[in-house]
């Protein structure tokens, strides 16, 4: 039935029925999300994204500067703790949407790739580490963008899918490897798998241990002090 808010006395239903006066949402919400000034971002069925001022009840779709529809359908939706929120189109495109900080209005640009190759990637993540480094994961490798929007790109040729960050690491997960990232001496450190399998899922368990799920062949342990792997699955744990 849409999108609805509770706020502890009475509910407030936006939906597209015509006899709604909020009705400018699809029924079918496929992503919500809060940004740090307390806006609601959705994605509805139709693949488009509004940001809802539940103070005010104000819906703004996400258009292009001139007030025009944008043409792209939004494949994900990332808020990030900074404010910013950033959607991957399913043309394999990225856009970046900034909150005025003190105006709260929006206002948004396309993100091109630094280097030959501009667009085109498939993007799995976007994450913001504590430094406020946004991070994008895709079939064309990772590229980090500092909070003066510099951005350089690694490992073009690796598919790199997860991540996760400690007070020590950042780790990601890719295609047959983990790739270390030392935030204080600010280098990477490839850890090969002794599978092959691409790393979908990563969680940090302890100073240094890490799990993550291998697509189609269970999950594993790495032990980054003592290079220490383990692997479970239902030919290794039947």
């Known amino acids: 039935d849409g999108l609805n808010k509770f706020d502890g006395y009475n509910f407030t239903i936006y939906n597209s029925k015509p006899q709604k006066k909020k009705s400018g949402l699809s029924n079918r919400i496929l992503t919500i999300r809060e940004d740090k000034w307390g806006y609601i971002w959705v994605k509805t ?21 001139d007030g025009s529809v944008l043409e792209e359908k939004i494949d994900e939706m990332y808020v ?21 900080a003190e105006t709260h209005a929006l206002s948004f640009e396309r993100f091109s790739y630094p280097g ?4 085109g990637r498939n ?3 976007v994450v913001e580490d504590s430094q406020k480094t946004t991070w994008i994961l895709s079939d064309g490798g990772l590229c980090a963008i500092d909070s003066l929007g510099k951005s350089v790109c690694y490992f073009e040729s690796l598919p790199v899918y997860s991540m996760v960050e400690n007070t020590r690491r950042i780790v990601f997960g890719a295609k047959d490897q983990l790739i270390l990232y030392d935030k204080q001496n600010m280098n990477f450190m490839q850890a090969q798998l002794p599978v092959s399998g691409n790393v979908r899922l990563i969680n940090a368990v302890g100073a240094g241990k890490y799990v993550f799920t291998i697509e189609g062949k269970g999950f594993m342990t790495y032990d980054a002090a003592r290079e220490e792997w383990k692997h479970y699955s239902t030919a290794t744990h039947p």
């Open 80 to 100: 990030l703790s900074s404010g910013k929120v950033w959607l991957s189109t399913f043309g394999h495109e990225l856009l970046v949407v900034h909150t005025d």
């Open 123 to 125: 993007t799995y993540q």
């Open 45 to 65: 069925y139709d693949e488009i994204v509004y940001r809802v001022n539940p103070s005010t009840e104000e819906l703004q779709q996400v258009v292009n500067p």
């Open 116 to 119: 030959k190759k501009q667009q």
